[in-house]
Each structure stands twice: as structure tokens, then as C-alpha cells.
């Protein structure tokens, strides 16, 4: 449809200096723009706000739908976020979303991850899925998106459900699966919760866990993730698993700030409260993300107060795995 509505209108199209142009301001939720190419707009496709005094991205919105007014093809858009304290204008553009212009218009952090669900956006401008070395959760991945590492293996069922197995068990004869399932995401909080089952019919040893995430944007560097993980082993003493391969011997509370580097790297830190030791410990990590491959390296510990160098102390954690 939209096709058609430009072939009335290119040849009186003035020279094209955006995709669009804010012609009016509805109310403070919802603008009208001139469209002046076909560069792909369509009913719910999000795009751009760009100031045209600054020459930056101001805000985000999703096309609601288009008309014709004068031979001009003109785009209701509903506004879905602002940056900062700035203001949508007349006169000020709108693009459609484009990862490639993540690097043109160098928009901040938090305020590009909030937008998802196409495999268009390299892994490096997306929600963390997995925490890496804090052994815990992250946010779901994209519809039929997968993440594989050496210990585990996601995948994206929808863009809010996803499944995973953990290597390593199923190699031990475990039978074992984890869903994760996304509850909220908008640019003031996203909400993850996920659970987790395992049994060696052998030894008829069962392994239980459930947690979540929560994670409060506070500017486009930084972003707080509050998670939990309680595991359940009633075997827990003699159990091969959580004792012989060292996985899911403990339940603790985190808080972990992350921070995003000019190229899109991550630090992650802050203090874990261990609930089966009851010990306050913690880490700190540098997380490299290519489009697709993920590495972490960093130092941690289950108690503050223990200064040997072990796994009773203070030890080195690293991870990577690929997310396409």
C-alpha cells in the first residue's frame, strides 16, 4: 500500500534530505510525519527521532499507520520513548530502525537496547542473555536465536520464551531442561523469570532451580540487574552433580551493575549473597561482545573475608560462547 502512495508522490517530492519529516505535533505520545522516501515503512516498524537543530537521536516511536493528505504520504507515529529531558519538534526527522545507524548516530547505551526481537541487531546492541561469569540468568533471547558455550545451550522460542539444557549434566546422563520466559520490558525495567529441572533416573537423583532477574536502566552507560537463584537438591550431600561437577551446589541473592564501554563491552560487577554459607562475596568482569562471539574474564569470591586464593576464596572466572 505504502508502494502505491509513493508512486502519486515521487515526482513532486522535494530534494530528499530524510526518510521523514515531523510536521505535527498530536499530543505529547503521537506526532505526524511527512514520509519522503520508501526506505521500508510499515505498520508497527519502529523508527528514529532525530533532532534537526542537534543532529541527534531524541526519542523512538512506532508507525501506527499511514494517509494521504495533499499527495503526501504522511505517517502517524506513536512516540515510545525520549532521551533524557529532550523534545520532539516539528521539523525533526525520523528514520527507520537500523543497527548501522546505532554507530552513524552513536546512540547511547540502554536507550538502544531497549528496542528487540530482530535478528537484524548484532548481539553487541542487545540485553545480555546470559550473566557470564556470575553463573546466573540474564533477559531472553530473540525469536529462533541461539546462544552455545561450552557449558550451556539457549534457545529462542519467541522473543519472550526460551529453553536451554546444561552440557555438561546431559553429558552425565541427566535428562534436563530450563525455560526462561520474559514478564516485562519497556525502557524503565525489563523482568525475567526462568526454572530449571534435572534427573538421573540411575542414581534417582533430582535437581530443582528458579530465579529471575530484574533489571532498572539508570542512564544510557549504566543499568542495575537485581537477580536471585535458589537451587533445590535433596541429594545434595552425595549428589555427583552438584558435588563431583561442582554445578548448582548454591542459592544466593546478587546485585550486578553493568556498564557499557564506547565499543559496546561490558564490566559487570557487585556483591552476591551466598544463602548456603550465608556470606557476602561478589565479582568483577570485562565482557568483550563481537556481533556474535562473547568473552569474559574477571575475579571473584563467595566470602569478602576469606583472602586465600581457591574456590573457598578469591578465584579467576571466565566464560565465552557465540550468540547468532
Given at each position: 500500500?505504502l508502494?502505491?502512495l509513493?508512486f502519486f508522490?515521487f515526482?513532486?517530492?522535494?530534494?530528499v534530505l530524510?526518510q521523514?519529516i515531523?510536521?505535527?505535533i498530536?499530543?505529547p505520545?503521537?506526532v505526524?510525519a511527512?514520509?519522503?522516501?520508501?526506505a521500508g515503512?510499515?505498520v508497527?516498524?519502529?523508527?528514529?527521532?532525530?533532532?534537526a537543530?542537534?543532529?541527534?537521536?531524541v526519542?523512538f516511536g512506532i508507525i501506527?499507520?499511514?494517509?494521504?493528505?495533499?499527495l503526501d504520504v504522511?505517517?502517524?507515529?506513536?512516540?515510545?520513548e525520549?532521551?533524557?529531558?529532550?523534545?520532539?519538534?516539528?521539523g525533526d526527522?525520523?528514520?527507520?530502525?537500523?543497527y548501522?545507524t546505532?554507530?552513524k548516530?552513536?546512540l547511547p547505551?540502554f536507550?538502544?537496547?531497549?528496542i528487540?526481537?530482530?535478528?537484524k541487531?548484532?548481539?553487541?546492541?542487545?540485553e545480555?542473555?546470559?550473566?557470564?561469569?556470575?553463573n546466573?540468568?540474564g533477559h531472553?533471547l530473540d525469536?529462533?536465536?541461539?546462544?552455545?558455550?561450552?557449558?550451556q545451550?539457549?534457545?529462542?522460542?519467541?522473543?519472550d520464551?526460551?529453553?536451554?539444557?546444561?552440557?555438561?549434566?546431559?553429558?552425565?546422563g541427566?535428562a534436563?531442561?530450563?525455560?526462561?520466559y520474559?514478564v516485562?520490558?519497556?525502557?524503565?525495567?525489563?523482568i525475567s523469570?526462568?526454572t530449571f529441572?534435572?534427573?538421573k533416573l540411575?542414581?534417582q537423583d533430582?535437581?530443582?532451580?528458579?530465579?529471575g532477574?530484574?533489571?532498572l536502566?539508570?542512564?544510557?552507560k549504566?543499568?542495575?540487574h537485581?537477580?536471585?537463584?535458589?537451587t533445590?537438591?535433596?541429594?545434595?550431600?552425595?549428589?555427583?552433580?552438584?558435588?563431583g561437577?561442582?554445578?548448582?551446589?548454591d542459592?544466593d541473592?546478587r546485585?550486578?551493575?553493568e556498564?557499557?564501554?564506547?565499543s559496546?563491552?561490558?564490566?559487570?560487577?557487585?556483591?552476591?549473597?551466598?544463602v548456603?554459607?550465608?556470606?557476602?562475596g561478589?565479582?568483577?568482569?570485562?565482557?568483550w561482545?563481537w556481533?556474535t562471539f562473547?568473552m569474559s574474564l574477571g575475579l571473584?569470591t563467595r566470602?569478602?573475608?576469606n583472602?586465600?586464593f581457591?574456590?573457598?576464596?578469591?578465584?579467576y572466572v571466565?566464560d565465552?560462547f557465540w550468540?547468532?
Amino acid at each position: 500500500m505504502l508502494k502505491v502512495l509513493f508512486f502519486f508522490t515521487f515526482f513532486t517530492s522535494a530534494q530528499v534530505l530524510a526518510q521523514g519529516i515531523i510536521t505535527k505535533i498530536n499530543n505529547p505520545s503521537q506526532v505526524i510525519a511527512k514520509l519522503t522516501s520508501d526506505a521500508g515503512f510499515d505498520v508497527e516498524k519502529t523508527v528514529f527521532i532525530i533532532s534537526a537543530r542537534e543532529n541527534r537521536v531524541v526519542g523512538f516511536g512506532i508507525i501506527h499507520n499511514f494517509y494521504l493528505h495533499e499527495l503526501d504520504v504522511m505517517a502517524k507515529v506513536d512516540v515510545t520513548e525520549i532521551i533524557g529531558n529532550s523534545l520532539v519538534m516539528v521539523g525533526d526527522e525520523i528514520e527507520l530502525l537500523d543497527y548501522k545507524t546505532f554507530t552513524k548516530k552513536e546512540l547511547p547505551g540502554f536507550n538502544s537496547l531497549t528496542i528487540g526481537g530482530s535478528q537484524k541487531i548484532p548481539a553487541q546492541y542487545k540485553e545480555l542473555a546470559y550473566l557470564g561469569v556470575f553463573n546466573s540468568e540474564g533477559h531472553t533471547l530473540d525469536r529462533d536465536e541461539v546462544l552455545i558455550s561450552p557449558f550451556q545451550v539457549q534457545y529462542g522460542i519467541t522473543n519472550d520464551f526460551g529453553v536451554k539444557i546444561v552440557n555438561a549434566l546431559f553429558l552425565d546422563g541427566y535428562a534436563n531442561v530450563g525455560f526462561k520466559y520474559r514478564v516485562l520490558r519497556n525502557k524503565y525495567a525489563k523482568i525475567s523469570v526462568n526454572t530449571f529441572g534435572a534427573y538421573k533416573l540411575q542414581s534417582q537423583d533430582w535437581i530443582g532451580q528458579f530465579g529471575g532477574v530484574i533489571t532498572l536502566p539508570s542512564n544510557a552507560k549504566f543499568q542495575q540487574h537485581m537477580a536471585a537463584n535458589f537451587t533445590f537438591d535433596p541429594m545434595y550431600k552425595d549428589a555427583h552433580a552438584t558435588r563431583g561437577l561442582g554445578l548448582f551446589q548454591d542459592s544466593d541473592i546478587r546485585s550486578i551493575t553493568e556498564y557499557v564501554t564506547d565499543s559496546w563491552n561490558r564490566v559487570l560487577y557487585g556483591p552476591v549473597y551466598n544463602v548456603e554459607l550465608q556470606t557476602f562475596g561478589g565479582t568483577v568482569s570485562y565482557l568483550w561482545i563481537w556481533d556474535t562471539f562473547h568473552m569474559s574474564l574477571g575475579l571473584a569470591t563467595r566470602d569478602f573475608t576469606n583472602f586465600n586464593f581457591g574456590t573457598k576464596g578469591y578465584y579467576y572466572v571466565y566464560d565465552f560462547f557465540w550468540r547468532f
